[in-house]
């Protein structure tokens, strides 16, 4: 370990019940793009911007062997993309990682997929990278990504009151930490 740097294990594919959590791959980019630039999703992101495919392309080449962050594609039993998840600002030192998710696919929505990704995660970044904490963020109006974040053990430590301006207007945004011993397990764990 080097500059608060994981020796990571070769990335891999995560698994749970019913989800298969594989590595973002160049062709999985057209539907970040799209999931990100689709309005009833882009209003739950801290985001301001729109999504251009070129550019998120160009981010993909800088970001793809960065050691600080894991970006995956999420898939159903059939294999069929419907999310990403990721681990970003993964520090060694301080053995905590930010966590987020976006469930591209509204059908998908309201069943337990939010949940199931995110437990399958935080097992990984626990069990596998070691991490002690996982923090994430959400727009205190994403009622599902806070219920989801509760349900895990996520508790929430600061809300910023108009913390962001986003498509004009500002937003309020809550911050959750999930130390390793408030994680509520409900899948099994993961094998290195």
């Avoid at 039993?77 to 999310?83: C, F, L």
């Avoid at 069943?111 to 994430?136: P, T």
């Avoid at 945004?173 to 409900?186: A, M």
Wanted: aromatic share 8%.
């Amino acid at each position: 370990m080097e500059n608060g740097k994981f020796p990571f294990p070769q990335l891999r594919t995560v698994t749970s019940a019913n989800l298969t959590l594989r590595p973002l791959q160049p062709r999985d980019l057209p539907l970040k793009v799209r999931w990100y630039n689709d309005p009833d999703i882009s209003k739950t992101l801290i985001l301001d911007q729109p999504l251009e495919l070129e550019k998120t392309c160009q981010w993909f080449e800088t970001i793809k062997d960065d050691s600080s962050r894991i970006d995956w594609l999420i898939e159903d039993k059939n294999s069929n993309p419907i999310g990403l998840i990721s681990l970003v600002g993964i520090d060694a030192d301080q053995k905590s990682a930010e966590i987020f998710i976006v469930i591209g696919e509204k059908d998908c929505w309201g069943k337990g997929v939010m949940l199931e990704a995110e437990m399958a995660v935080s097992r990984w970044a626990f069990d596998v990278l070691g991490l002690e904490k996982i923090w994430a963020q959400a727009r205190a109006d994403n009622i599902a990504s806070i219920i989801t974040m509760k349900k895990i053990g996520f508790k929430m430590n600061n809300a910023l009151t108009k913390e962001q301006i986003i498509k004009g207007q500002k937003v309020d945004v809550l911050h959750f930490d999930l130390p390793r011993e408030n994680f509520k397990i409900s899948i099994p764990p993961i094998e290195n």
